[in-house]
């Protein structure tokens, strides 16, 4: 079973700069595109980046465009997502997931595997 460790969330203002980690074990993780979805209370899970294995390729939603990059290194099992000029609207749990193809892709069903977590909020 794949396991996905979030860490990195936080308390911090707006325009503030944050990045989150996930480790992932028991995957063969340069086999896999890596992305990240976020939800908000009262709002439905949303595509924030995703990876492809390879590194070279990486695709955002409009609302992070800009603001977020996405990284991963294989070596060490870990996908990074590099979260600046944070907003207010950023609050959410952010998750981890590990598709089922190397390609990257914001669609949720394409993620096996999920991680637990981390809260993210930004005090305006």
């Known amino acids: 079973q794949v396991v996905l460790v979030e860490s990195g969330g936080g308390l911090v203002q707006a325009g503030d700069s944050l990045r989150l980690s996930c480790a992932a074990s028991r995957l063969i993780f340069g086999s896999h595109a890596m992305g990240w979805f976020r939800q908000a209370p009262g709002h439905e899970r949303e595509f924030v980046a995703a990876?492809?294995?390879?590194?070279?390729?990486?695709y955002y939603a409009d609302s992070v465009k800009g603001r977020f990059t996405i990284s991963r290194d294989n070596a060490k099992n870990t996908v990074y997502p590099q979260m600046n000029s944070l907003k207010p609207e950023d609050t959410a749990v952010y998750y981890c997931a590990a598709s089922r193809s190397s390609y990257s892709t914001n669609i949720a069903d394409s993620y096996s595997s999920w991680g637990q977590g981390t809260q993210v909020t930004v005090s305006s």
């Open positions: 990876i492809s294995w390879t590194g070279g390729s990486s």
